[in-house]
Nanobody, 123 residues
Framework: QVQLVESGGGLVQPGGSLSLACAAS??????????MSWYRQAPGKERELVAD????????NYADGVKGRFTISRDNAKNTVYLQMNSLKPEDTAVYYC??????????????WGKGTLVTVST
């Protein structure tokens, strides 16, 4: 059974930093067969893409609002994807979700989601 477990959320002051991690387990294929993404959902708003990274880690993509502040990375040996968040703003407050997108043929195109971790940026 596929599991994605996010960790690292919490309360931080504006201008501060947090590092999120998403540990994956239960995949049929190796972790490098999955593109990984971070999404977030603020209260009263739709879920939005924050950043994503290709299966091998060679390419990344960021939402305009986090470019230059957030960094996505992955360690395929540890089945983990990370999101380093710097210069946090109150508008970054949201539940952050990890998503895996399968490029493994038997489950090609399937998405798997974690349950999320809450990030609150406030004084």
């Amino acid at each position: 059974q596929v599991q994605l477990v996010e960790s690292g959320g919490g309360l931080v002051q504006p201008g501060g930093s947090l590092s999120l991690a998403c540990a994956a387990s239960g995949f049929t294929a190796t972790f490098d067969m999955y593109a990984m993404s971070w999404y977030r959902q603020a209260p009263g708003k739709e879920r939005e893409l924050v950043a994503d990274i290709t299966p091998g880690g060679g390419s990344t993509n960021y939402a305009d609002g986090v470019k230059g502040r957030f960094t996505i990375s992955r360690d395929n040996a540890k089945n983990t994807v990370y999101l380093q968040m710097n210069s946090l703003k109150p508008e970054d407050t949201a539940v952050y979700y990890c998503k895996a997108h399968s490029y493994y043929h038997p489950t090609y195109g399937m998405d798997y989601w974690g349950k999320g971790t809450l990030v609150t940026v406030s004084t």
